[in-house]
């Protein structure tokens, strides 16, 4: 263990608002709606909320559970709570899934950055429907550029980071997501109102079933683990830091409704302002373009006529993007600095300084692979695709597979009883809802959609 005093988040709200904000992120606005979109729209949303309730929210209590009874990172709660046995390596494999994450995620951000940038010089002022996919390939396909955004967006979470988890991590939280809620309201009313939004709106409310089938089902499932933020021990390590008197049940009921809110949100500012200005969304809208080739395009038609919105909508919508990725980013960057500083008993500065430099390191090469590097393919998927594919699809279902297991049945269901219940203080109702969960429905809900898509075993 480091030698450093460990910190706590300093209150309730603050460990909310810090969970939340790593869940809610690109994951919620860049993702989200391009999965809806790709997967037939609501039909897709019911099958995601479906994944949050049964699959999220019960693994996001494990995680909670297992980091602050352990009160260390997630690798090392394993070693406490299981030692001498394999579990560690489900901690590792979170590590893991965390420092490749972020270092493809730093790059998106980086994007976000830009656009913010851009649009408050106003360069999308005047331009048309022809000139966005050039702007945005012209940048992405720029060796430097994106790459500076990269490095200037990791430094500024290692920047955070090394302030420490009240005065880093909590006080940015607290100011900046209720920063991103009034946004969000803003751009979800000037986009609903917009003429023509009802058909944005039908798209994400009217389900059509039958665009269901087994990858849209993991595309949800992977998309639920990304969106929360679960099966790499993220939460685990904010949950090292909760209180005593933090109510887990409660925090993860919190942090799930908050970031299913944002998600769909997302969606009602993106569709009706899609719809509106006469996009049918194919193939080519869909996938990062939608963000940075349909939506900027889209805020010059919608709000045209009066240039004053269009331009404080584009900045607003871009400047959200960024604050929901640092929070973020932030979250995953402290798994790994966790990690570092606690089981190798490094300064928490050291080791946040190794992770930045590993995960810039590599977010070149990620980033590189729009560009100079796009033609190299692995598996038939450029680098960027690859680690988003493995991490988000693979990765973190398969560690929130095992968190499941080792909640359910490995770990003393007293242990699991007395976090859950605040030893004893809190009333709780749906202890054994939550092992049963656990223990059948989580690992093997999760197997048969993995083996399924993996081509393994096919059950439908
Ligand atoms: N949940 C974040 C998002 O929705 C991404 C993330 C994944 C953050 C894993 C931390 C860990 O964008």
């Not at 090292?240 to 993860?252: L, P």
């Not at 402290?334 to 300084?353: C, I």
Request: glycine share 8%.
């Amino acid at each position: 263990m480091s030698k450093e005093i460990r910190e706590n988040f300093g209150s309730k709200i603050g460990a909310v608002l810090a969970a939340a904000g790593s869940a809610v992120g690109l994951g919620n606005i860049w993702r989200f709606p391009i999965e809806t979109g790709q997967n037939g729209g609501a039909a897709f949303i019911i099958v995601y909320i479906l994944c949050v309730a049964i699959l999220g929210l019960p693994i996001m209590i494990s995680e909670f559970i297992i980091g602050r009874h352990t009160h260390t990172n997630t690798a090392g709660a394993y070693r406490k709570l299981a030692p001498g046995t394999q579990w560690k390596w489900v901690g590792r494999l979170g590590v893991l899934s965390g420092f490749i994450i972020l270092s493809y995620y730093s790059v998106v951000a980086g994007w976000t950055a830009e656009y913010t940038k851009l649009s408050i010089y106003n360069s999308f002022d005047g331009k048309t429907a022809t000139d966005f996919p050039a702007i945005f390939t012209n940048f992405v396909s720029n060796p430097w550029k994106p790459l500076i955004w990269m490095l200037l967006f990791m430094i500024v979470t290692h920047i955070i980071v090394i302030r420490g988890v009240k005065g880093g991590i909590e006080k940015f939280s607290k100011i900046m997501m209720p920063a991103l809620f009034i946004i969000m309201m803003v751009l979800a009313i000037c986009s609903i109102s917009l003429p023509g939004a009802s058909q944005g709106l039908e798209f994400l409310l009217k389900p059509d079933f039958s665009k269901i089938n087994g990858s849209t089902i993991l595309s949800a499932m992977g998309q639920a683990f990304f969106s929360l933020s679960l099966g790499l021990g993220c939460l685990c390590t904010y949950a090292s830091y909760f209180r005593s008197d933090t109510n887990i049940g409660k925090t993860a009921l919190n942090v799930s409704i908050i970031d299913t809110f944002v998600a769909i949100m997302s969606g009602f500012i993106i569709f009706p302002a899609v719809f509106n200005a006469g996009y049918t969304l194919n193939s080519n809208d869909i996938g990062p373009s939608l963000l940075f080739i349909t939506l900027p395009n889209v805020f010059q038609q919608a709000f045209g006529n009066i240039p004053l919105l269009s331009y404080i909508v584009s900045i607003l919508f871009y400047l959200l993007l960024v604050v929901a990725a640092l929070t973020s980013t932030i979250s995953m960057h402290e798994v790994v600095t966790a990690y570092l500083s606690e089981e190798f008993n490094l300064s928490r500065h050291k080791a946040a300084l190794m992770v930045t430099a590993a995960c810039s390191t590599i977010g070149i090469f990620c980033s590189l692979s729009f560009g100079p590097l796009n033609g190299i393919q692995l598996f038939g998927m450029s680098i960027f695709d690859l680690f988003d594919y493995i991490s988000s699809n693979i990765f973190l279902p398969v560690g929130g597979m095992f968190i499941a297991i080792f909640t359910g049945w490995y770990l003393d269901k007293q242990i699991v009883k007395n976090e859950i219940s605040n030893n004893g203080t809190l009333r709780i109702h749906y202890l054994k809802l939550v092992i049963f969960v656990l223990r059948y429905i989580a690992p093997i809900a999760i197997a048969i959609i993995l083996l399924n898509q993996l081509g393994i075993f096919k059950f439908f």
